[in-house]
């Protein structure tokens, strides 16, 4: 097979398995949250509301809890990435998947978020879907080296 064939089928691999997990994720859910330290852990639900919502964190949480809002913003920069990936641009590609990698991270590191319109904050424990979340972007990264690095 020829060098340039092998590099295109790699590229639709990456992407196709990327959105795969990225998708995937959006069903799940992104995190568990605690009304009490001896409850069990409540299901959040679906990582889409996640998804579309998101962005929200950033207006109506109040003090430093705001910061891990930004992590929404790697759904924007993932975007990127992919469609510079599609379009050859490796070098940029290669920024855009390691800034979506480090935006998706902070959220690792929230304590808690608002669960109700009534603005009462829980605990929150990482669920399923923020580690496909999280790998949906991981295999966008290695899949950006990889082919940078066979294209050399």
Request: charge should be neutral.
């Amino acid at each position: 097979m020829m060098t340039g064939q092998r590099n295109k089928r790699l590229k639709y691999i990456v992407v196709t398995l990327s959105l795969l997990c990225y998708l995937t994720a959006c069903v799940l859910s992104p995190y568990n949250y605690y009304e009490n330290t001896e409850d069990a852990p409540y299901d959040y639900g679906g990582g889409l509301f996640c998804m579309l919502f998101g962005w929200a964190g950033l207006l109506f949480h109040e003090g430093f809890l705001k910061i891990y809002f930004l992590a929404w913003y790697s759904n924007i920069t993932y975007l990127v990435a992919i469609i510079c990936f599609i379009k050859n641009k490796c070098k940029k590609s290669l920024i855009w998947s390691v800034a979506t990698l480090v935006l998706a991270l902070i959220f690792a590191f929230c304590p808690e978020i608002i669960t109700d319109e009534a603005g009462h904050t829980h605990s929150i424990t990482m669920a399923e879907g923020y580690y496909l979340w999280i790998a949906s972007f991981f295999v966008l990264f290695i899949g950006v080296i990889i082919y940078h690095k066979s294209d050399d």
